[in-house]
């Protein structure tokens, strides 16, 4: 998922947008629900954890940009 445009919109309007909400489409049964752990995890295995990742767009003179 492209999530750039969103994470423009809560860098641009850090007072009306407050961050992603994840939720299943039926949340009503207790076992097919999710559980996150925080940053505050004392298992540094669970930490929340987000990758980025980038192309270099390279000139026509074979030097990156």
Do not use: C, W
């Not at 309007?13 to 004392?42: C, H, K, M, Q, W």
């Amino acid at each position: 998922m492209d999530a750039t445009a969103l994470v423009q919109d809560m860098i641009s309007l850090p007072d009306e947008s407050f961050g992603f909400t994840i939720r299943l489409v039926d949340e009503a049964d207790y076992y097919s629900s999710l559980i996150f752990a925080s940053s505050y995890n004392v298992f540094d295995g669970r930490h929340p954890k987000l990758e980025i990742t980038y192309k270099v767009q390279v000139g026509i003179s074979g030097y990156a940009i």
